[in-house]
């Protein structure tokens, strides 16, 4: 059964009658909105880093027992040989294996003169070029005796500025000074967050002769069972073997918990955006209750009515969904955030503005409903007595 319809200049026109009150939704709206953009970017940035670090060709080998923690793993120093000796199909460019040994610990780092913070290094040797195939050289060069090469990421996961990390300065850790040789990034990937050097010059800075990892990239006829049943046939060792997307894969669970965290916060931001849309719905519906009995006396039904508030509750939040996308876009993409595993680009992709926009509109429809069953629950007469 059809029913006629306010026009819909009508909403429109209803919310210009009252711009103070129309405004201060807006901007209630767009900070809820925004607030969960946030929210999003920051689960949709930590996600991103951990899922383009894992290059499926690639394996690694580390300290049994060591579980995620590569910065724990200490590994002999000959494993490097004695695996590409030991394991077919190990990818090969002439003579040069694919293999790449590297010392990766967390340290105290001092950079720009500000208080030590933190920092990923990260010791390798020329192969990593092979097996770390998405790291590209952005600015300077690959580093030399007493240099470093800083991730795009690493200067937020060290709290300094880009002005003073850039190429040509010096940070220090572990008791030296290092000069920056250059800026390389890879992808988006956690690698971004490291400083690295020298595999040589680490290990006589830490004065160990360990390893933590030794990388390799394995040919596509390779069988990564056979590097798998080498580490635990070799006791001596103590050593255990990963693909590295299934390395990535373990973080990406160990962080459930802070994406959860994050959701649940995206929950209650929400629930605070439903309640004040309800809280100003109802001041703007109760104020118009004379005006609603009217529109039913001109033979407009009840449904009729509702559906004008929904338009209303609809234009409000759809502006305020395009006003938060368009700040979060402005001022929240590409922002960098710090966190234990280094730093990482909060990614505001197509899925976190949707999600934003179409929990915006729901505000608007849920803050609308209420306050509209209410105020049309009241018999004609009485409506039109209250002026």
Do not use: H
Request: net charge neutral; charged share 20%; with cysteine.
């Amino acid at each position: 059964m059809f029913f006629r319809l306010l026009p819909w200049e009508y909403a429109i026109r209803n919310l210009f009658r009252r711009p103070l009150r129309s405004f201060l939704t807006l901007v209630g709206l767009t900070t809820v909105v925004t607030m969960v953009l946030v929210v999003v970017g920051f689960i949709r940035g930590l996600e991103r880093s951990l899922a383009v670090s894992g290059d499926p060709r690639t394996a690694i080998v580390f300290s049994l027992g060591m579980g995620e923690n590569l910065e724990y793993s200490s590994i002999p120093m000959r494993t490097a040989d004695l695996v590409p000796a030991s394991i077919p199909g190990i990818s090969r460019r002439g003579d040069q294996v694919y293999v790449s040994p590297e010392l990766y610990l967390g340290t105290q780092v001092e950079a720009g003169g500000r208080p030590p913070e933190m920092g990923l290094v990260r010791g390798v040797t020329a192969p990593v070029r092979l097996v770390r195939q998405q790291v590209e050289l952005e600015e300077g060069r690959w580093p030399a005796t007493g240099e470093v090469m800083l991730g795009r990421m690493a200067t937020t996961k060290l709290g300094a500025t880009a002005e003073e990390t850039q190429v040509g300065n010096a940070i220090s850790f572990e008791g030296r000074k290092w000069k920056i040789s250059g800026i390389f990034s890879a992808g988006g990937s956690a690698f971004e967050s490291e400083t690295w050097c020298r595999l040589d010059d680490l290990q006589q800075a830490m004065k160990r002769q360990d390893l933590s990892v030794v990388a390799m990239t394995l040919s596509p006829e390779a069988d990564f069972a056979d590097l798998d049943l080498f580490c635990k046939e070799r006791l001596d060792l103590e050593l255990q073997a990963m693909q590295e997307t299934d390395y990535y894969d373990s973080l990406q669970r160990d962080y459930k918990p802070v994406r959860w965290l994050s959701w649940l916060v995206v929950f209650l931001i929400s629930g605070a955006g439903v309640f004040a849309g309800l809280n100003t719905m109802y001041g703007s519906v109760v104020g118009r209750i004379a005006e609603l009995s009217t529109l039913q006396t001109m033979g407009f039904v009840r449904r009729s009515i509702v559906v004008s508030l929904l338009q209303e509750g609809v234009l409000l939040s759809s502006a305020a969904s395009l006003l938060a996308s368009l700040l979060a876009l402005v001022f929240v993409r590409g922002a960098t955030v710090r966190f234990t595993m280094g730093a990482f680009a909060m990614q505001l992709d197509n899925t976190a503005i949707l999600i934003g926009c179409a929990l915006g509109l729901l505000l608007g429809i849920l803050g609308a409903i209420p306050p509209a069953i209410r105020a049309l629950r009241l018999p004609i007469v009485e409506g039109l007595k209250s002026v």
